[in-house]
């Protein structure tokens, strides 16, 4: 299973932020570093929980145990707003 970006979703910088706002559920999130990371992850084709766990370990230098609960309940976030959704591989 991958995650997808709702191509709907619309993205916007500001200073150090990202906006994400889904125009069909109406959600807005103001994401840090971290979750824009994730989400350029998503879109650059590491799309599975795997692929996205050992990439946000390697780039902060951690153990992936030590990220696996704080990746999953965001992407559970995002797919909950609308951002993401799960597809077949």
């Given at each position: 299973?991958?995650?997808?970006?709702?191509p709907k979703a619309?993205?916007?910088?500001m200073?150090?932020?990202?906006?994400?706002?889904?125009p069909e559920s109406g959600h807005?999130?103001?994401l840090n570093y971290t979750g824009w990371?994730?989400?350029y992850l998503i879109d650059s084709g590491t799309d599975?929980?795997?692929g996205i766990v050992e990439a946000v370990a390697r780039e902060y230098g951690v153990p992936q145990r030590e990220v696996?609960?704080?990746?999953?309940?965001?992407?559970?976030?995002?797919?909950?707003?609308g951002v993401i959704?799960?597809?077949e591989s």
């Open positions: 299973m991958r995650y997808v970006l709702n619309v993205f916007q910088t200073e150090d932020k990202m906006v994400v706002w889904d807005t999130l103001v990371y994730i989400l599975t929980y795997e696996e609960g704080d990746v999953r309940e965001f992407l559970k976030e995002l797919e909950e707003v959704w799960k597809e």
